[in-house]
């Protein structure tokens, strides 16, 4: 485990941004009492190395493919960041473009516009009975219906076909197959937890295929539960992140 960088309580989480309009929206409240470090990526700051991190570290989206080095030249090292944090024990999530940059990393498969589609607005994630249990997803699964699904915000069309060796299938959804997996230290989701209305509504109208309105109104008629799930899953996070970072470091 890495070794709080601070010498206080508050655990530092490091969070690289790829885009300018990908933010940690609602996870900037949820995320509680740590000290967030964060790094654009897109506005040139240096992809640190994983000993630099701190306690935890969240890989959020961007608008770049998970293998567009040339317009995202930063993507070598955040790859490079990811593989090594996940099997250094460093508990990392990566969300979206996060997700997909965590399977590549892993030597998963990412395809650029999958077939089925964009993915937009309020999916139903169905969780697997590997999810339960689980330190960081398991909460959000314990909110699932009776058919363990739970509603959380999407906006992407590529897609991980093929997750790394090792790693645990968490979760699913009706048009995409890896929703969520689990890769040494390392959490992956394909949907946004941290999103609410407005960040859903600049992401759609930047889409002439995306239903703006659509995505609204499906957003409004669940939003105590995407809310619900998305605020469980960033407070599990940080607990695991404190509860990792409390435990002694291995020679």
């Keep these: 485990m890495t070794t709080p960088l601070h010498g206080g309580p508050r655990p530092v989480v490091t969070v690289i941004q790829s885009s300018p309009d990908v933010s940690l929206d609602r996870f900037s409240e949820w995320l509680g009492d740590v000290e967030l470090r964060l790094v654009a990526a897109f506005a040139g700051e240096i992809v640190p190395v994983a000993s630099e991190v701190g306690d ?11 293998y567009d080095d040339a317009a995202a030249p930063w993507l070598p090292e955040l790859r490079a960041l990811l593989a090594d944090a996940s099997t250094r024990g460093v508990p990392t999530l990566g969300i979206c473009l996060g997700a997909q940059l965590l399977a590549a990393a892993r030597g998963g498969r990412v395809q650029v516009a999958a077939p089925p589609g964009r993915e937009t607005g309020i999916v139903d994630v169905r969780w697997r009975p590997e999810a339960v249990g689980d330190a960081v997803v398991g909460p959000v699964a314990a909110l699932a219906d009776d058919r363990y699904r739970t509603p959380q ?3 992407h069309a590529d897609a991980v ?3 790394p060796r090792g790693a645990v299938w968490l979760a699913s959804s009706a048009m995409y197959p890896y929703q969520a997996f689990r890769v040494g230290s390392a959490w992956g989701v394909q949907f946004h937890p941290e999103a609410g209305a407005s960040t859903l509504r600049s992401w759609a109208d930047a889409y002439d295929d995306v239903d703006t309105e659509a995505v609204l109104s499906a957003y409004a008629a669940r939003e105590a539960e995407v809310t619900a799930a998305g605020r469980a899953l960033a407070e599990s996070f ?13 020679a």
């Design 238 to 250: 940080v607990a695991h992140v404190r509860a990792s970072a409390q435990e002694p470091v291995s």
């Design 161 to 163: 076909v093929d997750l």
């Design 56 to 66: 935890g570290l969240v890989v959020l989206g961007g608008q770049m493919s998970a």
């Design 153 to 155: 915000p999407s906006m």
